[in-house]
């Protein structure tokens, strides 16, 4: 797994103007403005800031000749993204040479003005200044992101805020994103194929593979020399499913699989798996895997099943939008709501997460084709949703993403969800029309517009909104 993946550091470069007159950009407003916005931005969790005070005595950027010593600190600091505040007017050739220079997301923002004073005086212009530079920064091919002109303690500026964050965690955990595949895809299953050379040409993703027999290796290996820790992981499972009374064998099977792939994972900086899990994966395990994989999706690392590479960088993008506040699940669109138009079946054999069901009677069963322990067998619950699906042919990539929410529908077996969508029948078509299949991600909470405003950033990967109008979707960033 890489390290640190939650934590950001974003830079901080507030900017004021350099014309500054006892009223018009006066400096000391701006120094003021600095100091609010810098330390209001500390409550965002899981965010490393580097300032500005070791380039001049103000910390502000206010003049060109500070660019280059302000870039490279923040490329020495690896950054992940840089907030430009707006303390006045500000400086748009200083910004946006800046912001080309250490070619990071950028997030632009500055706090309504108070009305001039009883002269008709004005102490900042932010948002006159914010529109100059957006200008300057299109002509410099910058992409960017911005919030509203808001007051700072308005809700508008933690949502947006929130949101850049979200979108900065997806840009990094797109950055070498390493997937591990275990095996070849079943051969009935041609619209998983994956074209692994464009992946790394175009995303710089790469994929680790391993053979079955490799695999077969890797756990009679764990299994010696890490026999007290399979132990744990077996008393462990035997304490959260009480009711099971598999074998010694059976318990045994599945703790070793799930800490094999776990170590293999952390050893070559794995953030995701794409497995085989039909009946050579099965003999090689001697068990059914699918229990197996919700465990270790449970816990941070998506293992997705059939060797869907694309629903792997899938749940990346999904569990880095929600900032890894959620586990992912990857789901078969399996057939709609028998009575409600737009609601869907979100299935899968068993590889749903426990921990994201709060039914308290789910168990581990047996398969329901195989007849082999073990798959999950649970609803989950009911709340918002956000469905993702990267995905691409002919050499083009799109990422299909939009909002849902669990309801109640008929039992089945397995795990799964039905969910309702503002209009299923847009979403079926944009499925059966685009360059997608019948596998999707799901993680809760609404993160649509942070994967919006991810994919500016990411070169050839299109936003592909549901929403009968994307302007909705734009209205969160506002």
């Known amino acids: 797994m890489k390290e640190n993946r939650k934590t950001l550091r974003i ?42 005070d070791s380039i001049n005595k103000e910390g ?13 600190l923040f490329k020495n600091k690896k950054v992940d993204a840089v907030f430009f505040p707006f303390c006045n007017f500000g400086s748009e050739e200083a910004v946006a040479k800046m912001a080309r220079e250490v070619g990071k997301p950028v997030l632009v923002w500055g706090p309504r003005d108070e009305a001039p004073d009883e002269n008709g005086d004005r102490l900042r212009d932010a948002q006159c200044g914010m529109f100059a530079l957006t200008k300057v920064l299109q002509q410099f091919g910058v992409k960017y992101t911005y919030i509203s002109n808001c007051w700072m303690a308005d809700e508008k500026f ?15 955990a797109l950055n070498h994103l390493r997937i591990g595949q275990i095996g070849v895809r079943p ?12 992946l790394m040409e175009k995303f710089g993703i790469e994929i680790h593979p391993i053979t079955l027999a490799t695999l077969d290796e890797m756990l009679k290996i764990n299994l010696t020399e890490n026999n007290h820790l399979v132990r744990e992981e077996v ?24 800490l094999t792939i776990k170590k293999w994972c952390e050893d070559n900086h794995l953030s995701a798996v794409s497995s085989e899990c039909w009946k050579p994966m099965a003999t090689v395990a001697g068990i059914s895997v699918c229990f197996t994989f919700s465990e270790l999706t449970g816990e941070g690392i998506p293992v997705v099943c059939e060797s869907d590479i694309h629903g792997a960088v899938s749940s990346v993008i999904a569990a880095a939008a929600a900032r890894y506040s959620s586990a992912t699940f990857l789901a078969d669109l399996t057939i709609r709501h028998p009575v409600n138009d737009n609601a869907e079946l979100l299935w899968h054999c068993g590889v749903f997460p426990r921990v994201l069901s709060d039914d308290p009677d789910a168990e581990i069963e047996l398969h329901f084709n195989r007849k082999t322990a073990a798959v999950g067998q649970w609803e989950l619950k009911h709340d918002d949703i956000t469905v993702v699906r990267f ?38 078509r944009r499925f059966m029309e685009g360059p997608y299949i019948h596998h999707c ?14 994919c500016k950033y990411i070169p050839e990967l299109e936003a592909d909104p ?13």
């Open 11 to 52: 830079g901080f470069a507030p900017t004021r103007r350099v014309l500054t007159t006892p009223k018009a950009f006066n400096a000391d407003e701006a120094l003021r403005i600095k100091k609010e916005v810098e330390e209001y931005v500390k409550k965002f969790q899981d965010v490393e800031w580097v300032n500005l």
């Open 60 to 72: 502000l950027l206010f003049q060109v000749s500070d660019v280059n010593a302000a870039s490279e």
């Open 158 to 172: 933690d949502i947006g805020f929130e949101n850049f964050l979200g979108a900065v965690s997806i840009v990094k």
């Open 187 to 198: 051969d009935a299953f041609w619209s998983v194929k994956a074209n692994e050379r464009e």
């Open 235 to 258: 008393d462990s499972l035997k304490v959260r499913f009480p009711k099971n009374k598999y074998s010694e064998d059976i318990w045994t099977k599945m703790a070793n699989l799930k």
């Open 391 to 428: 995905d691409g042919g002919n050499g083009k990539y799109s990422c299909l993403f939009g909002h849902g929410r669990g309801v109640d529908g008929p039992k089945t077996f397995g795990t799964y969800l039905w969910a309702e969508f503002d209009n299923w029948p847009l979403w079926e």
């Open 441 to 454: 991600v799901g993680v809760y909470g609404k993160m649509a517009p942070r994967i919006w405003e991810a």
């Open 466 to 478: 549901v929403k009968p109008d994307e302007r909705e979707i734009r209205d969160f960033l506002m």
